[in-house]
């Protein structure tokens, strides 16, 4: 296997949706982006994996500051990552605060408040919008969407994995916010003893996440085309995920709600139709 083909299996296998969105990315682009989520997949793997793999995680961690500091190092992921960020300029304190956030996932398993929880999803998810935006090279006045569009489609992650983090002993949905539903726990023996107070609860917490995706959406202004396409239709596959289960959302608790390669690949074409097309218009309109 390739360097090439290693980091397109661990990026594919971290999360589908993102991988069949960004084949539709230039291919320069979707190389970097490979590189990008390929280092962001290994790290949040040891940390999610059960045991946790801490010192491998701490080993992943001083190898990626020895390649940045200039030593060799026998990594493919981190070589690849770290020639992204030089090249690209991305700041260094993306990746340190990406870190960071992963860290936490090794001690902090329950988040009281959306404050605590914002300060995680900023290493976590924020951070990685704007190396995708430097990677693409958009105007900085992007940046504040990039980070909005990432925290958005983490909180909704937060949302769709809730059996699977319950599972782990964690609570990324705030304690504070589940209180006023009556609810201590999402445990799965809590919920069936009060269904409604569950599904009212989580139907709030997807009312929230498309009030922040619909912020992010203005930043689409920022997109051109090529990169437009990719991007929306990954937003889109969250907004389908979030419509399932804010009718259904008891299905948490049976499966993982993900689209499928042939939805996603059906949405990119429509998007892409739809808006060259607008854009062929858009002069006459104007006339």
């Known amino acids: 296997m ?11 296998r971290g999360s589908v949706t993102y991988f069949n969105s960004s084949v539709f990315f230039p291919i320069g682009v979707r190389k970097d982006a490979t590189r990008l989520y390929a280092f962001v ?3 949040d793997d040891l940390v ?24 060799y190092v026998k990594d493919v992921v981190v070589n690849e990552f770290v020639e992204l960020e030089r090249r690209k300029k991305l700041d260094r304190k993306w990746a340190d605060d990406f870190l960071k ?4 996932d090794l001690g902090k398993s329950v988040y009281k408040t959306f404050d605590e929880l914002w300060s995680y999803t900023w290493g976590s998810a924020e951070v990685i919008g704007l190396m995708m935006a430097k990677v693409m090279d958009l105007p900085s006045e992007s940046y504040p969407y990039a980070t909005a569009l990432g925290r958005a489609m983490q909180f909704l992650n937060f949302i769709r994995d809730v059996m699977e983090d319950v ?3 964690r609570q990324y949905l705030p304690l504070r916010e589940m209180h006023k539903f009556s609810l201590s726990s999402l445990c799965p023996a809590e919920v069936a003893e009060k269904p409604e107070e569950f599904r009212e609860f989580l139907r709030e917490m997807v009312r929230k996440y498309l009030n922040m995706q619909r912020e992010a959406e203005k930043g689409y202004k920022y997109l051109p085309l090529r990169y437009l396409v990719p991007i929306k239709t990954a937003s889109d ?15 948490v608790y049976r499966l993982k709600v993900k689209p499928s390669r042939e939805r996603v690949y059906s949405r990119a074409i429509r998007n892409f139709a739809g808006y060259s097309l607008w854009r062929f218009l858009l002069p006459t309109l104007r006339t």
């Open 2 to 12: 390739s360097d090439e083909e290693e980091l397109q299996t661990i990026f594919k």
């Open 41 to 43: 997949r290994v790290a």
């Open 48 to 71: 999610d994996s059960v045991p946790q793999k801490k010192e491998k995680f701490y080993e992943f961690v001083e190898s990626f500051r020895e390649a940045r500091n200039g030593k």
């Open 101 to 104: 956030s992963m860290e936490m």
């Open 167 to 169: 599972s782990m002993g």
């Open 237 to 251: 596959m969250y907004l389908w995920t979030a419509k399932k289960i804010y009718v259904q959302p008891e299905v």
